[in-house]
Each structure stands twice: as structure tokens, then as C-alpha cells.
């Protein structure tokens, strides 16, 4: 047995204090994010006068319950505004409500130190865009981000400074109700929606330029992990390996941080045993130490007190001592910090360094706003009338809500409905006149009485033309309880306006279906096992198919669906997802024509709920499935193919498009250099037309698996009929690079396959080259 010295046990105890002490400096040392000296000087002035009950009440938040999403604490929000020590409040708006929160605020702040007012801006304030899921099918990065920035005009011009947004976890688990707040699957096309939300909504050229009052700070959410919960359940565990989450999950979020992102939002999930927000691994490490992120960190709502259910703190008071030493800056609506951070200091369990790192964090972003020089800065009641749903930005609704919908299937090019061509179309299905849930989940402040129904749509787009509409509701859209979560599908279905329905489709030449899901069947908390059309709206459409007459199905949803037997026997299906303010004009503009459909799918339909999680860059296996010999012991199911019902990346046109003479400007890619491949895109077709031409390579061999192939590049292109266009991209090692076996990021000599396609399953055009030493 070895026995160690008294001389040497004393040198290792000096090795582990010093080493505490380097430990302690480097987590209790404040770096600025903005790096502006002039703000520096003031952040550090200011807390040096402030008492400890004033540094922890900024990094104390409450919500105006505006929109609660979880159990609301004691909410003592009167008792610490009269204290002083509220530093942020979300979800309460109006200029002429935040201007009284905000003198109130300051008649109490000894130090003069204002509020920040902050909500959860996802896909616009009161002209409300499609859900993000649906934005992201546009694959238009400037148009995402010019949405996004006229978010910030409406809600900076309605008092907000400080926007929860964007959502950018990856998900791949249609159960789950947000992916409709994210940019879908992939990682590569995910890491450019975030960076392109962040720029709209702050902004800014520079860090300087946030002191305009139409800038806002933007949130990178949920950090990390959150869209991988076990059985696509809000909220649930997720168990991953570092690959996975450095490869999958964490890009997005360093994207984010490389375009200057202001702050972070922690996840609710933990992450391999440990809650996001109280993970020192994630906040430490990765975020400040390896990504050298120095903006401020809140947790989301009710985080803090979480902890205490997780089962890794025992009580509140622990839990704020957990969210402090992992780094979290500012707690929302727990009430923890406020209630305990000071106790904590007095006990020695705490250090008030570390208070002073998270509030000079907070300190510097009111200080970047402005709102020392003006607390009342944002609170401009002209420009909130002038800037508010004005004609541009409805506008752009509209031209962001043709872009997001997807055209899945158009047998016989049914669509579009031209207005010269007599016809009787029957117009069933409760989404015909529905009204409330056409913005979707998280449109904060649209107004749902504005928003303009298919019905709407269509009557103002076919008047006067050959086209005649017959209406028949048919059926209703099931409802959910918020307060107990119970769906009325536990119900008997109610088919008392089938016969109706059935008599119209049989007096119709085409039947036009709108059908979907009731908004709140998509969002938080709103995770589904059975992903098919709720209620009896199938049953409606199995009826409705003995007419023998065809049948268009509109989709108003917010999560992928099970089609299967929809694309089976519908003539043409029209993914509309929530198309928000502009929805029945929209529709009316694919269905007509006069937009030509132009979105691909960012998140793969399955064929049934048994193949989930499915997404298109898999890994291969050692025995992938060979569909010429599907019983060949492969991995397969026995009751379905592999392939998706819809993959990544697909989506039809009004026109046609031809890919031809692929070609590579050298097969072999050296260090430090790039080499081009091309392809010429063809509109064969009758109409102009817009298409998503898409980069996909493969590592044919790595010293770990790889996928089958990962999304590398695209670009969107408008042709005219007939028009040609050739389609270049670069290739150099950061392309091809990879965690090795090592976990080092780097390129690794070898084989590549590369595809120049019109979906993530197009594999027409085929090149190969070589990344030589």
C-alpha cells in the first residue's frame, strides 16, 4: 500500500486550494459582452454601490401572467417591486402599462435602475408570420430574417426590449408539440434559420447600435437537448452521448453565439441525469469557457424551482444554490435568488463574487439599451401607432405565408383551381371558417378575430370568376383542456354534418377538404401519441371518398403528421401549417395559382408513429436495409418500408424541374483549398416557377460512422418556363470536417459522395471526389 508523506500530503492539499482558487477566479470574473470600455466603467461603478439585496433583486424576474406555462410561485412581485429589486418583468404590454411598471420602478430603485421588459416574441408580435416550423419550409434565410425584424419594430414599439426567441433546438420527434417553434431536423439548415432570427431581431451591426429603440436583445432556447425528450414528451429526460450532442444539438446554439446573440435561456430537461439549469458543464464549459459567450443566462419558466422535482435539490433554497454555481444569471418566476442568494452568501455557501459576475452581466445589457439614459425609451406611443400591423408589414405576411406552404402531392394536376375554368367546388371541413387557429401557438399579441379565413380567402380571390363554392362544415375540431390536459376525443365523434357534407361533394366536380389540428394541439405542452388527424376528420374524408369525386385536402397544422392514408387517397394534399394573419389569402394565392408553391419540408413525415424518431441523415448500420431483399435479416420493419412518407427537403411546384450535367471542378480536394460543383436547373414546366436546389455529402469512410449523407449547401433559384441555370457550390475541408474518434474537430483524408438535388431522397446527380493529405 502506498503511504503518502507528510510533506507530500501537504503539497497536494496547496495543489487542490490553488487549484480551487483558479477554479473560483475563473467562474467569479466578469467579461464583457459587448467589450466597450466606456460600458465597462459604468457596469463596474454601479455595482460597486449597490447592496447585496439590490444585486439580487436584478437577477429576480417576474411574469404579468399575461401567458403562464407552468405553476406561478408566490409571486411577491408588489412586496420586491416597492423594494426595488425586480430587474426584469415578462409578458405585460402596452406603452401607457409598461410606462406606469416602469416609474414605479423607479420611485423605488434607490440607484435609479431600470426594469427590463421582456415576452416571447416567436413569429411576431400583432402581424402574426406562419409558425417557425412552417417559415422554415421557405428556406428564404433573408425572409425569415426580415420577419423577424419586423417583430422587433412592433415589439420594441410596444415597450419590449428583450425578446425569448429564437427557439432553435433541433427536433426530429413529430409527437412533441414544439417543433412548431424551431427550424426542424437538421443541423446545418437549423444553425443559419438561428443565426438569420438572431440578426433580425437585434438588429445591430455592432454591439453600440442596441441603443436604438427598435433594436431588442435576442434569446438563444432552450439550452440544450430540450427537442430530444424521451417519447417526444415535454419536459422529459434526455440521454445522449457527447457525440450526439456535439454534433446535432449544441451547432445551432454556437451559431447563434457567432452572430452575437445577447442572451441565453436554460432547458427544462436534464441532460444525462443533470437538469440544464443546474449544469455547470453546459454554462461553464461549453458556453462560457470553450464558446467564450459572455451575455447573460435565464432560466425558463419556474426552472429554479424544478430542480427541487428533478430530485437533485432538496429545497428552494438549494436549487438557487445549484442555478448560481452553474452560472445562471437571472431566475424566472421562481423567486429563488430573491429569497435566498443572501442567506446563501451570509452561510458561505455562495460567494458574492458570483452575484456580482451575474448582475454585471445584466447591468451591461440595460446599460447597451440605453435605458440608464431613458428608462422610458421604448414607451413611444406614435411610433407603437405608426409601426403596429401597418400595410408593409401585412404585406410581408402574406408573401411569408405563401412561401411556407407546402405542396405534397397534386395528382393529375388537379391544382391549381384556375378562376377561367367552370367548376363546382364543395368546401368542407372545420377548417373552411375556422378562425382562432389559423396564428398558431405563441402569437402573442395577434389578434385572432383579425386573421382571415380560407373561407375569406377564396371568396375574395374567385369573385367574379367561373368557380362556384358550396359549404358544408362537416365536422368539428376536438378541443383540449388546458387546465387537465383531457381531449374531447374521448368523447363519441359527432357526425351529424356528414349527410350534409356527403350531399355538396356529391353535387360538386371537386371537393375541397380543409382539416387540421385546433392550435393548441401544437405547442408546449402538447405532445401526442397518435400524430393522425384528429377526431373523425379521416372518417369524414373515408365518406367523402365514396363519392368518387377528387378530393384536395388543406392541412392547418403545427407538427408533421401521419398521412398515410391521406396520400393514399386524396387527389392533392396542401401542407399550409399556421400561416398566421394572412392564412386565407395565402391558401388561396397556392390554390389559385397565382403563387406558385415553392417550400420544401424541413422535418420528415412518417408513414405511422412506430418509425419515429425519422430523419433523413441516419447512420447506415452494418446491415442496412436492402429493398431487394427486404427479408435478408436487414435492419427494416416488417409492416412498413424504411423510407419516410414525405422526407427532409421535398416539395412539389405548379412547374417542373429538370437537374442535368452534374460535374466537379477536381475530384480531389487538397489542405487548405476548395473545389466547385455544379449543376444546370431546368423550369420543363407551363409556369415560372421558384426552386430549392439542395447540397447533400457523404463520408464514405471516417473513423466513426457517419450518415448517409448530411445537408451541406442550397440555394434557392427563380426560373422562368423554360429558363436554365446553372447551380454552383464550394466544397473545402470545413465542409467535410468532423468529430473524429478523438472527439477533435477536424477533416479527415478520404471518399466522398455528393448529391445536387431537389430533396434529401433525390439522388440523380451523383459526383465523387477525394480529400487527399
Request: a negative charge; one cysteine or more.
Amino acid at each position: 500500500m502506498y503511504n503518502a508523506t507528510k510533506f507530500q500530503l501537504t503539497v497536494l492539499a496547496l495543489l487542490a486550494l490553488f487549484s480551487f482558487q483558479l477554479h473560483a477566479q475563473k467562474n467569479t470574473s466578469w467579461k464583457s459582452y459587448s467589450g466597450d470600455p466606456a460600458i465597462e466603467k459604468k457596469v463596474e461603478s454601479l455595482l460597486s454601490k449597490m447592496t447585496l439585496d439590490e444585486k439580487v433583486g436584478q437577477m429576480n424576474q417576474y411574469s404579468g401572467n399575461f401567458a403562464s406555462t407552468g405553476e406561478v410561485s408566490s409571486n411577491r412581485s408588489g412586496e420586491y417591486l416597492k423594494k426595488g429589486m425586480i430587474g426584469s418583468t415578462f409578458n405585460v404590454f402596452g406603452t401607457d402599462h409598461l410606462r406606469m411598471l416602469q416609474e414605479q420602478n423607479m420611485k423605488y430603485s434607490r440607484l435609479k435602475i431600470p426594469m427590463l421588459f421582456a415576452a416571447d416574441v416567436i413569429h411576431g408580435l400583432e402581424t402574426t408570420f406562419p409558425i417557425p416550423l412552417a417559415e422554415a419550409c421557405s428556406w428564404d434565410l433573408e425572409l425569415m430574417e426580415r420577419t423577424a425584424r419586423i417583430a422587433a419594430e412592433e415589439a420594441t414599439a410596444a415597450g419590449v426590449a428583450w425578446n425569448f426567441a429564437p427557439m432553435i433546438d433541433v427536433a426530429r420527434d413529430p409527437r412533441w408539440g414544439r417543433v412548431m417553434e424551431g427550424a426542424g431536423e437538421d443541423v446545418y439548415l437549423s444553425s443559419l434559420v438561428a443565426r438569420a432570427r438572431v440578426k433580425g431581431f437585434q438588429g445591430i451591426q455592432s454591439y453600440k447600435d442596441f441603443s436604438k429603440p427598435n433594436t431588442m436583445l435576442a434569446c438563444a432556447k432552450h439550452f440544450v437537448g430540450y427537442g430530444a425528450g424521451q417519447a417526444g414528451r415535454d419536459y422529459h429526460s434526455v440521454d445522449m452521448s457527447e457525440r450526439t450532442l456535439r454534433e446535432t444539438y449544441l451547432p445551432p446554439f454556437k451559431a447563434t453565439v457567432d452572430e452575437g446573440v445577447a442572451t441565453f435561456m436554460t432547458a427544462f430537461n436534464d441532460l444525462n441525469g443533470v437538469p440544464c439549469t443546474a449544469n455547470e458543464y453546459l454554462y461553464k464549459d461549453i458556453l462560457r469557457d470553450q464558446w467564450k459567450f459572455n451575455g447573460m443566462v435565464l432560466t425558463d419558466y419556474t426552472a429554479i424551482m424544478e430542480l427541487i422535482a428533478h430530485g437533485v435539490a432538496a429545497d428552494l433554497k438549494h436549487a438557487a444554490q445549484l442555478a448560481l454555481d452553474a452560472g445562471i444569471d437571472m431566475d424566472m418566476i421562481s423567486e429563488a435568488f430573491v429569497s435566498h442568494l443572501a442567506a446563501l452568501v451570509k452561510e458561505g455557501k455562495v460567494k458574492e463574487e458570483q452575484i456580482d459576475v451575474a448582475v454585471a452581466r445584466i447591468l451591461e445589457m440595460k446599460f447597451l439599451l440605453g435605458l440608464f439614459d431613458d428608462p422610458y425609451r421604448y414607451f413611444d406611443d406614435e411610433r407603437e401607432k405608426k409601426v403596429i400591423m401597418n400595410d408593409e408589414h401585412i404585406e410581408v405576411a402574406r408573401e411569408a405565408a405563401q412561401q411556407s406552404i407546402v405542396l405534397l402531392k397534386n395528382d393529375n394536376n388537379i391544382l391549381p383551381l384556375k378562376k377561367n375554368v367552370a367548376r363546382k367546388v364543395a368546401l368542407i371541413g372545420p377548417f373552411v371558417e375556422e378562425r382562432n387557429s389559423l396564428n398558431g401557438e405563441w402569437a402573442i399579441k395577434g389578434d385572432r378575430s383579425k386573421s382571415v379565413t380560407l373561407m375569406e380567402g377564396l371568396k375574395e380571390k374567385y369573385a367574379g370568376s367561373a368557380v362556384q363554392f358550396d359549404y358544408a362544415q362537416g365536422t368539428t375540431l376536438p378541443l383540449i383542456d388546458r387546465r387537465t390536459a383531457h381531449v374531447s376525443t374521448n368523447q363519441v365523434p359527432d357526425k351529424s354534418g356528414f349527410a350534409e357534407a356527403i350531399q355538396k361533394a356529391k353535387d360538386s366536380d371537386v371537393i375541397l377538404v380543409a382539416m387540421g389540428e385546433n392550435y393548441h394541439w401544437s405547442g408546449e405542452a402538447a405532445s401526442r401519441t397518435d400524430i393522425t388527424l384528429p377526431g373523425n376528420q379521416r372518417q369524414l374524408l373515408k365518406e367523402l371518398k365514396k363519392t368518387g369525386k377528387p378530393i384536395i385536402l388543406v392541412l392547418f397544422n403545427g407538427r408533421p403528421l401521419d398521412l398515410s392514408w391521406e396520400d393514399e387517397n386524396m387527389d392533392a394534399i396542401v401542407e399550409a401549417w399556421y400561416p398566421g394573419l394572412m392564412s386565407g389569402h395565402a391558401v388561396a394565392d397556392i390554390l389559385s395559382g397565382d403563387y406558385n408553391p415553392s417550400a420544401k419540408l424541413v422535418m420528415t413525415f412518417p408513414r405511422n408513429v412506430g418509425q419515429i424518431p425519422i430523419f433523413y441523415n441516419v447512420k447506415n448500420t452494418g446491415r442496412p436495409f436492402n429493398p431487394n431483399k427486404p427479408a435478408d435479416y436487414r435492419s427494416s420493419y416488417i409492416d412498413v418500408p424504411n423510407t419516410p412518407l414525405y422526407p427532409f427537403g421535398y416539395g412539389l411546384s405548379y412547374t417542373s424541374f429538370a437537374y442535368s450535367n452534374a460535374r466537379i471542378s477536381s475530384e480531389k480536394l487538397v489542405p487548405g483549398g476548395n473545389i466547385t460543383v455544379s449543376v444546370d436547373v431546368s423550369n420543363t414546366g407551363d409556369m415560372d416557377g421558384e426552386e430549392v436546389v439542395q447540397l447533400y455529402i457523404r463520408d464514405k469512410v471516417a473513423s466513426v460512422a457517419r450518415p448517409v449523407k448530411e445537408l451541406k449547401g442550397f440555394e434557392k433559384i427563380s426560373l422562368k418556363k423554360g429558363e436554365t441555370r446553372t447551380v454552383k457550390f464550394t466544397i473545402n475541408e470545413e465542409t467535410v470536417s468532423l468529430y473524429n474518434i478523438d472527439m477533435k474537430w477536424l477533416a479527415e483524408p478520404g471518399e466522398f459522395d455528393v448529391w445536387i438535388a431537389s430533396s434529401s431522397d433525390d439522388e440523380s446527380q451523383h459526383l465523387k471526389f477525394s480529400l487527399v493529405e
